[in-house]
């Protein structure tokens, strides 16, 4: 399974973003996609999850409600939009997937994601 993270980009605070992660060589119809970033000198965080047979979605709490993550079954591609964005979210962003159809308190670990797509940069200027 290969994943391809694209759509970052520099932006003011307050701006939009929509990243975009492709998979090839596998449906994820039953499994569980993320969205994770880590900022210099810091470990890489849990962003955001959807569950692709419900749809069922996890947010790291300082997002909630400014990033939206979504999946597109027919495209095998899942983003993640991203409003009214804050200098604090300025990291590199990673995809990652799993076939597990995880539950909630599962979705934000990075050791539950066995595929991992490149990062892609997203600078938010004050």
């Known amino acids: 399974v290969q994943l391809q993270a694209f759509g970052g980009g520099s932006v003011q605070a307050g701006g939009s973003l929509r990243l975009s992660c492709a998979a090839a060589?596998?449906?994820?119809?039953?499994?569980?996609t993320g969205w994770f970033r880590q900022s210099p000198g810091k470990e890489r965080a849990f962003v955001a999850a959807?569950?692709?047979?419900?749809?069922?979605?996890s947010y790291e709490p300082s997002v909630k409600g400014r990033f939206t993550i979504s999946r597109d079954k027919a495209k095998n591609t899942m983003y993640l939009q991203m409003n009214n964005l804050k200098p604090e979210d300025t990291a590199v962003y990673y995809c990652a997937a799993t076939m597990k159809g995880l539950i909630s308190s599962s979705r934000s670990s990075s050791r539950q994601y066995d595929h991992w797509g490149q990062g892609t940069l997203v600078t938010v200027s004050s």
């Open positions: 959807v569950r692709w047979s419900d749809t069922a979605t």
């Open positions: 060589g596998r449906s994820f119809s039953t499994g569980t």
